[in-house]
Protein backbone atom coordinates (compact mmCIF):
# COMPACT_ATOMS: atom_id res chain seq x y z
CA UNK A 1 0.00 0.00 0.00
CA UNK A 2 0.96 3.80 0.20
CA UNK A 3 3.53 4.79 2.57
CA UNK A 4 5.38 7.98 3.59
CA UNK A 5 8.55 7.98 5.45
CA UNK A 6 9.99 10.95 6.96
CA UNK A 7 12.47 11.88 8.98
CA UNK A 8 12.33 12.15 12.60
CA UNK A 9 12.83 15.00 14.58
CA UNK A 10 12.92 17.37 16.50
CA UNK A 11 15.11 19.21 14.31
CA UNK A 12 15.99 21.99 16.01
CA UNK A 13 17.85 24.95 14.24
CA UNK A 14 19.00 29.02 14.81
CA UNK A 15 17.02 31.68 13.30
CA UNK A 16 18.21 31.84 9.48
CA UNK A 17 19.49 28.86 9.31
CA UNK A 18 18.58 26.36 6.00
CA UNK A 19 16.03 23.88 6.69
CA UNK A 20 15.36 20.80 4.68
CA UNK A 21 13.23 17.69 6.32
CA UNK A 22 13.60 14.76 3.94
CA UNK A 23 10.63 13.01 2.68
CA UNK A 24 10.33 9.47 0.58
CA UNK A 25 7.47 7.82 -0.33
CA UNK A 26 5.79 4.88 -2.01
CA UNK A 27 2.78 4.26 -4.03
CA UNK A 28 1.44 2.85 -7.04
CA UNK A 29 -0.08 5.12 -9.84
CA UNK A 30 0.62 8.92 -9.86
CA UNK A 31 0.09 10.83 -6.93
CA UNK A 32 -0.08 13.99 -5.29
CA UNK A 33 2.17 15.09 -2.74
CA UNK A 34 1.92 17.76 0.06
CA UNK A 35 3.45 19.34 2.99
CA UNK A 36 0.77 20.54 5.68
CA UNK A 37 1.98 21.79 8.47
CA UNK A 38 0.70 22.15 12.45
CA UNK A 39 1.38 25.31 14.36
CA UNK A 40 0.72 24.67 18.47
CA UNK A 41 -2.50 24.77 18.99
CA UNK A 42 -4.18 25.04 14.89
CA UNK A 43 -5.08 22.12 13.16
CA UNK A 44 -3.33 20.69 10.37
CA UNK A 45 -3.14 23.68 7.37
CA UNK A 46 -1.74 22.74 3.83
CA UNK A 47 1.43 24.56 3.23
CA UNK A 48 1.96 23.16 -0.30
CA UNK A 49 1.70 20.48 -2.66
CA UNK A 50 2.75 19.30 -6.40
CA UNK A 51 0.50 17.26 -8.46
CA UNK A 52 3.26 15.51 -10.88
CA UNK A 53 6.63 14.86 -11.75
CA UNK A 54 8.98 17.76 -11.53
CA UNK A 55 6.47 20.19 -9.78
CA UNK A 56 7.78 22.37 -7.32
CA UNK A 57 5.53 23.70 -4.71
CA UNK A 58 6.20 26.75 -2.47
CA UNK A 59 4.79 28.86 -0.20
CA UNK A 60 5.89 31.57 2.52
CA UNK A 61 9.64 31.00 1.38
CA UNK A 62 9.16 27.00 1.84
CA UNK A 63 9.57 24.80 -1.31
CA UNK A 64 9.59 21.23 -2.23
CA UNK A 65 10.17 19.67 -5.50
CA UNK A 66 8.40 15.94 -6.92
CA UNK A 67 10.91 14.06 -7.81
CA UNK A 68 9.94 10.73 -9.51
CA UNK A 69 13.08 9.11 -9.72
CA UNK A 70 14.12 9.72 -6.34
CA UNK A 71 10.13 9.14 -5.06
CA UNK A 72 11.27 12.33 -3.09
CA UNK A 73 9.50 15.43 -1.93
CA UNK A 74 12.21 17.31 0.88
CA UNK A 75 10.88 20.48 2.16
CA UNK A 76 13.40 22.61 2.01
CA UNK A 77 13.37 26.95 3.41
CA UNK A 78 16.63 29.26 2.89
CA UNK A 79 16.32 31.03 6.28
CA UNK A 80 14.14 29.87 9.29
CA UNK A 81 12.55 31.49 11.57
CA UNK A 82 11.03 31.53 15.16
CA UNK A 83 7.92 31.56 13.66
CA UNK A 84 8.44 28.41 11.80
CA UNK A 85 8.33 26.07 14.65
CA UNK A 86 5.82 23.75 14.33
CA UNK A 87 4.81 20.05 13.15
CA UNK A 88 5.40 19.79 9.30
CA UNK A 89 3.70 16.40 7.62
CA UNK A 90 4.51 14.78 4.23
CA UNK A 91 1.43 13.47 2.73
CA UNK A 92 0.54 12.14 -0.57
CA UNK A 93 -3.06 10.90 -2.12
CA UNK A 94 -4.37 9.38 -5.38
CA UNK A 95 -1.95 6.21 -5.42
CA UNK A 96 -3.04 3.35 -4.45
CA UNK A 97 -5.12 4.32 -1.80
CA UNK A 98 -7.54 6.38 -4.13
CA UNK A 99 -7.97 10.05 -3.02
CA UNK A 100 -6.85 9.51 0.71
CA UNK A 101 -4.44 11.24 2.13
CA UNK A 102 -1.70 9.02 3.60
CA UNK A 103 0.70 10.91 6.20
CA UNK A 104 4.07 10.47 7.38
CA UNK A 105 4.50 10.36 11.00
CA UNK A 106 5.40 14.51 11.07
CA UNK A 107 8.62 16.13 12.14
CA UNK A 108 8.83 18.44 14.10
CA UNK A 109 11.01 21.78 14.15
CA UNK A 110 12.44 24.15 16.56
CA UNK A 111 13.46 27.40 16.10
CA UNK A 112 15.79 28.97 18.68
CA UNK A 113 16.75 32.71 18.51
CA UNK B 1 -10.48 31.34 6.43
CA UNK B 2 -12.46 28.00 6.36
CA UNK B 3 -12.45 26.73 10.07
CA UNK B 4 -12.71 23.27 11.93
CA UNK B 5 -13.05 22.98 15.59
CA UNK B 6 -12.83 20.06 17.57
CA UNK B 7 -13.86 19.52 21.25
CA UNK B 8 -12.78 18.43 23.63
CA UNK B 9 -9.21 19.28 22.74
CA UNK B 10 -7.90 16.55 25.31
CA UNK B 11 -10.21 14.48 27.52
CA UNK B 12 -9.30 12.01 30.53
CA UNK B 13 -11.79 9.05 30.92
CA UNK B 14 -11.88 5.64 32.62
CA UNK B 15 -12.02 2.37 31.57
CA UNK B 16 -15.43 0.80 30.28
CA UNK B 17 -17.20 4.53 29.42
CA UNK B 18 -17.88 6.23 25.99
CA UNK B 19 -16.63 9.17 25.49
CA UNK B 20 -17.98 12.00 22.32
CA UNK B 21 -15.56 14.21 20.16
CA UNK B 22 -17.01 16.56 17.95
CA UNK B 23 -16.01 17.84 14.64
CA UNK B 24 -17.62 21.03 13.46
CA UNK B 25 -16.72 23.34 10.27
CA UNK B 26 -17.42 26.64 11.59
CA UNK B 27 -18.06 28.75 7.86
CA UNK B 28 -18.63 26.32 5.80
CA UNK B 29 -21.03 23.24 5.05
CA UNK B 30 -18.92 19.62 4.54
CA UNK B 31 -20.71 16.88 3.60
CA UNK B 32 -18.09 14.55 4.17
CA UNK B 33 -15.59 14.33 6.93
CA UNK B 34 -12.79 12.31 8.15
CA UNK B 35 -11.42 11.17 11.09
CA UNK B 36 -7.95 9.85 11.89
CA UNK B 37 -5.86 8.52 14.56
CA UNK B 38 -2.33 9.16 15.22
CA UNK B 39 -0.03 6.80 18.07
CA UNK B 40 2.80 8.38 19.16
CA UNK B 41 6.05 8.78 16.89
CA UNK B 42 3.22 6.95 14.24
CA UNK B 43 1.22 8.09 11.22
CA UNK B 44 -2.23 9.85 11.15
CA UNK B 45 -4.16 7.15 10.52
CA UNK B 46 -7.42 7.07 8.57
CA UNK B 47 -10.27 6.14 11.17
CA UNK B 48 -13.56 6.20 8.56
CA UNK B 49 -15.10 8.99 5.91
CA UNK B 50 -18.01 10.26 7.38
CA UNK B 51 -21.22 11.13 4.96
CA UNK B 52 -23.84 13.28 6.39
CA UNK B 53 -27.22 11.61 5.95
CA UNK B 54 -25.29 7.88 5.53
CA UNK B 55 -23.39 5.32 6.93
CA UNK B 56 -19.63 6.44 7.77
CA UNK B 57 -17.18 4.44 5.76
CA UNK B 58 -14.58 2.57 8.18
CA UNK B 59 -11.02 1.47 6.77
CA UNK B 60 -9.90 -2.12 7.53
CA UNK B 61 -9.37 -2.72 11.16
CA UNK B 62 -10.96 -0.15 12.83
CA UNK B 63 -14.08 -1.74 14.91
CA UNK B 64 -17.42 0.44 13.53
CA UNK B 65 -18.99 -1.22 16.77
CA UNK B 66 -16.44 0.44 19.29
CA UNK B 67 -15.61 3.94 17.08
CA UNK B 68 -19.33 5.35 16.59
CA UNK B 69 -19.49 7.97 14.11
CA UNK B 70 -22.33 10.39 13.10
CA UNK B 71 -22.51 12.85 10.60
CA UNK B 72 -26.31 14.58 11.56
CA UNK B 73 -25.68 18.01 9.80
CA UNK B 74 -23.21 19.74 7.07
CA UNK B 75 -21.78 21.31 9.88
CA UNK B 76 -20.98 18.44 12.76
CA UNK B 77 -19.64 15.04 13.09
CA UNK B 78 -19.07 13.05 16.02
CA UNK B 79 -16.69 10.28 16.94
CA UNK B 80 -17.81 8.03 20.48
CA UNK B 81 -15.23 5.78 21.50
CA UNK B 82 -17.29 2.96 23.19
CA UNK B 83 -16.27 1.15 26.30
CA UNK B 84 -12.94 2.90 25.57
CA UNK B 85 -9.74 1.08 27.39
CA UNK B 86 -6.04 2.01 28.02
CA UNK B 87 -5.24 1.07 24.32
CA UNK B 88 -8.00 3.36 22.94
CA UNK B 89 -5.53 6.36 24.30
CA UNK B 90 -4.56 8.65 21.23
CA UNK B 91 -4.45 11.73 18.77
CA UNK B 92 -7.76 12.12 17.29
CA UNK B 93 -7.70 14.48 14.44
CA UNK B 94 -10.98 15.00 12.38
CA UNK B 95 -11.11 17.12 8.76
CA UNK B 96 -13.63 18.20 6.39
CA UNK B 97 -14.20 18.98 2.93
CA UNK B 98 -15.17 22.40 1.58
CA UNK B 99 -17.12 21.57 -1.71
CA UNK B 100 -17.34 25.00 -2.27
CA UNK B 101 -13.53 25.83 -2.71
CA UNK B 102 -12.42 23.01 -4.75
CA UNK B 103 -12.63 20.08 -2.37
CA UNK B 104 -10.25 21.92 -0.36
CA UNK B 105 -9.34 19.60 3.51
CA UNK B 106 -9.45 21.88 6.77
CA UNK B 107 -8.11 20.28 9.95
CA UNK B 108 -9.52 20.54 13.04
CA UNK B 109 -7.03 21.29 16.14
CA UNK B 110 -7.35 17.63 16.97
CA UNK B 111 -7.96 16.01 20.74
CA UNK B 112 -6.00 14.17 22.74
CA UNK B 113 -8.09 11.12 24.98
CA UNK B 114 -6.52 9.39 27.57
CA UNK B 115 -8.16 6.57 29.05
CA UNK B 116 -7.05 5.28 32.66
Known amino acids: GDSVTQMEGPVTLSEEAFLTINCTYT??????LFWYVQYPGEGLQLLLK?????DKGSNKGFEATYRKETTSFHLEKGSVQVSDSAVYFC????????????FGTGTQLKVEL | GAVVSQHPSWVICKSGTSVKIECRSL??????MFWYRQFPKQSLMLMAT?????????EQGVEKDKFLINHASLTLSTLTVTSAHPEDSSFYIC????????????FGEGSWLTVV
Open chain 2, 95 to 106: SARDKESGNTIY
Open chain 1, 27 to 32: ATGYPS
Open chain 1, 50 to 54: ATKAD
Open chain 1, 91 to 102: ALSGGGGGNKLT
Open chain 2, 27 to 32: DFQATT
Open chain 2, 50 to 58: SNEGSKATY
